[in-house]
C-alpha cells in the first residue's frame, strides 16, 4: 500500500509557482521522500529526492517538514509542459527495492 | 541521465497469441529491473522484480506463468506475456537500478499492448 497521501488534482497558472504537498506520517527514519511524474502516456520521471534537508535542482524544490511527516514540491515557474500526474513516494534506499506509486496529483497548468 | 529503452511502443496482438516486451539499459548495467502496469485512469502497479541471473519475484496476484520474466544479462529484460486475452491490455513500463548505484530507479517510455 502507499504511504502517502496526495489531493488528487491541483491547477496552477503559467509562470506561477506550483506548491505540491504529501502527507506521509507514518514515514520511518530511513526512509527517503522521491518525486516522479508522469506526462499521459510515457513512463514516470524523476525529479527530486531528499530524507530529511530541504533539496533543489533545476526542475524543481523539495521542503520536507521537521518532523519529516510531510512534503512539498515546488516548481518555481510552472509552464504548459509541467502538466502531469506528479507522485510522492517514501521508500528505504535499499538494493532492489522498488517504488510503490500511489494515486498522485494531477496537476493542470493553463495560460 | 540514464536511459531505459522499451521494444516495441506499442503492440497489438490477437487473443491467445504471446508477446514479449525488451527492456533495455542504454547506458549503464542494471542488476535489478522492475516491471509495472498501469491500467487507464489509474496509477502504476508493480509486478514483478527482476534481478540479473536469478528467477523473478512476483508481486501478489500476478501470475508468474502467464508473465514470464527473464533477466539474462545487465542491460536486458523481457517480459513475455503469454497466451494474452484482452484483459492483459495495459500499459507495461519498466524501470531499472543502476548497478552500484545510490538506488535511483530509471524509467522506460513505456509499451501499449492492445490484446484483440
Known amino acids: 500500500d502507499a504511504k502517502t497521501t496526495q489531493p488528487p488534482s491541483m491547477d496552477c497558472a503559467e509562470g506561477r509557482a506550483a506548491n505540491l504537498p504529501c502527507n506521509h506520517s507514518?514515514?520511518?527514519?530511513?526512509?527517503?521522500v522521491y518525486w516522479y511524474r508522469q506526462i499521459h502516456s510515457q513512463g514516470p520521471q524523476y525529479i527530486i529526492h531528499?530524507?530529511?534537508n530541504n533539496e533543489t535542482n533545476e526542475m524543481a524544490s523539495l521542503i520536507i517538514t521537521e518532523d519529516r511527516k510531510s512534503s512539498t514540491l515546488i516548481l518555481p515557474h510552472a509552464t504548459l509542459r509541467d502538466t502531469a500526474v506528479y507522485y510522492c513516494i517514501v521508500r528505504v534506499n535499499q538494493a532492489g527495492t522498488a517504488l510503490i506509486f500511489g494515486k498522485g496529483t494531477t496537476l493542470s497548468v493553463s495560460s | 541521465g540514464a536511459v531505459v529503452s522499451q521494444h516495441p511502443s506499442w503492440v497489438i496482438c490477437k487473443s491467445g497469441t504471446s508477446v514479449k516486451i525488451e527492456c533495455r539499459s542504454l547506458?549503464?548495467?542494471?542488476?535489478?529491473m522492475f516491471w509495472y502496469r498501469q491500467f487507464p485512469k489509474q496509477s502504476l502497479m508493480l509486478m514483478a522484480t527482476s534481478n540479473e541471473g536469478s528467477k523473478a519475484t512476483y508481486e501478489q496476484g500476478v501470475e508468474k506463468d502467464k508473465f514470464l520474466i527473464n533477466h539474462a544479462s545487465l542491460t536486458l529484460s523481457t517480459l513475455t506475456v503469454t497466451s494474452a486475452h484482452p484483459e492483459d491490455s495495459s500499459f507495461y513500463i519498466c524501470?531499472?537500478?543502476?548497478?552500484?548505484?545510490?538506488?535511483?530507479?530509471?524509467f522506460g517510455p513505456g509499451t501499449r499492448l492492445t490484446v484483440l
Open positions: 524501470s531499472a537500478r543502476v548497478a552500484g548505484g545510490d538506488n535511483e530507479q530509471f
Open positions: 547506458d549503464f548495467q542494471a542488476t535489478t
Open positions: 531528499g530524507l530529511k
Open positions: 507514518t514515514i520511518s527514519g530511513n526512509e527517503y
